[in-house]
T-cell receptor, first 113, second 113 residues
Framework: DTAVSQTPKYLVTQMGNDKSIKCEQN?????MYWYKQDSKKFLKIMFS???????INETVPNRFSPKSPDKAHLNLHINSLELGDSAVYFC????????????FGPGTRLTVT | DQQVKQNSPSLSVQEGRISILNCDYT??????FLWYKKYPAEGPTFLIS?????DKNEDGRFTVFLNKSAKHLSLHIVPSQPGDSAVYFC????????????FGKGTKLSVKP
C-alpha cells in the first residue's frame, strides 16, 4: 500500500547505456515530479508533469525524458548515460490545486561506471 | 544561485532540549514554505508547512516560524527525541500551475540520548 513507489531502488550501469526508472503513485494525484539529488545533496527539480503540461527544468539534458503512460505513472528514461548522471533520483506527486505538499518515493540510486 | 539556503549543515542537540533549524530565502515571490524530514535510504517526508500570510504554524512538537521581512523561517522541535535524528530540508514554492518546490541543502540533526 505504498503511496509513491519507485523501481529499481538501486541501478548500476555502464556509460553509454540507456536505462529507465519507474514511478507509480496510488494517491490519485494529478501532478508528478522527478528530482535529482546529486553528490552535494541538493534536491533539484527535473520535471513536473500533469495531464496538461510538462515543465522541464532548462538545465536538464535532453538525454532525460519523462514518459507518462497514465495519470498514476511517470517513468524516467535516460539515454547515453554519463558518469555525471550518478545520483539519487526521487519521484514525487501532488494533488492538483489546493495544498503544496508533495509526497516522495523512496528514491533510486543510480551509479554509472 | 541558491534561492533557499540552510547555512548549518549539521546540528547536535541533547534529548529533551529544543532543536532550532534555520532557513533563509531570497525570492520574495515565494508564498508557501515546507519542511521535510529525510532518513537515510528513504525519500523525504512532509513534516509541516506555512503560508506566507501567517507567521507561525504549530503541529504537536513541531512549530514553524516565518519572518517575511527578514526572508527567514525556522523549525522548532520541542522536546527533541532521538527518533528526530534525520536530515531536514526547507522548501519553498511560488505557486504556479504545478507548484514546483525549491529545496535547501538540508541540515542533519542529531539528537543524543
Amino acid at each position: 500500500d505504498t503511496a509513491v513507489s519507485q523501481t529499481p531502488k538501486y541501478l548500476v550501469t555502464q556509460m553509454g547505456n540507456d536505462k529507465s526508472i519507474k514511478c507509480e503513485q496510488n494517491l490519485g494525484h494529478d501532478t508528478m515530479y522527478w528530482y535529482k539529488q546529486d553528490s552535494k545533496k541538493f534536491l533539484k527539480i527535473m520535471f513536473s508533469y500533469n495531464n496538461k503540461e510538462l515543465i522541464i527544468n532548462e538545465t536538464v539534458p535532453n538525454r532525460f525524458s519523462p514518459k507518462s503512460p497514465d495519470k498514476a505513472h511517470l517513468n524516467l528514461h535516460i539515454n547515453s548515460l554519463e558518469l555525471g548522471d550518478s545520483a539519487v533520483y526521487f519521484c514525487a506527486s501532488k494533488r492538483q490545486g489546493g495544498s503544496y505538499e508533495q509526497y516522495f518515493g523512496p528514491g533510486t540510486r543510480l551509479t554509472v561506471t | 544561485d541558491q534561492q533557499v539556503k540552510q547555512n548549518s549543515p549539521s546540528l547536535s542537540v541533547q534529548e529533551g532540549r529544543i532543536s532550532i533549524l534555520n532557513c533563509d530565502y531570497t525570492n520574495s515571490m515565494f508564498d508557501y514554505f515546507l519542511w521535510y524530514k529525510k532518513y537515510p535510504a528513504e525519500g523525504p517526508t512532509f513534516l509541516i508547512s506555512i503560508s506566507s500570510i501567517k507567521d507561525k504554524n504549530e503541529d504537536g512538537r513541531f512549530t514553524v516560524f516565518l519572518n517575511k521581512s527578514a526572508k527567514h523561517l525556522s523549525l522548532h522541535i520541542v522536546p527533541s527525541q532521538p527518533g528526530d535524528s534525520a536530515v531536514y530540508f526547507c522548501a519553498a514554492s511560488s505557486g504556479g500551475s504545478q507548484g514546483n518546490l525549491i529545496f535547501g541543502k538540508g541540515t542533519k540533526l542529531s539528537v543524543k540520548p
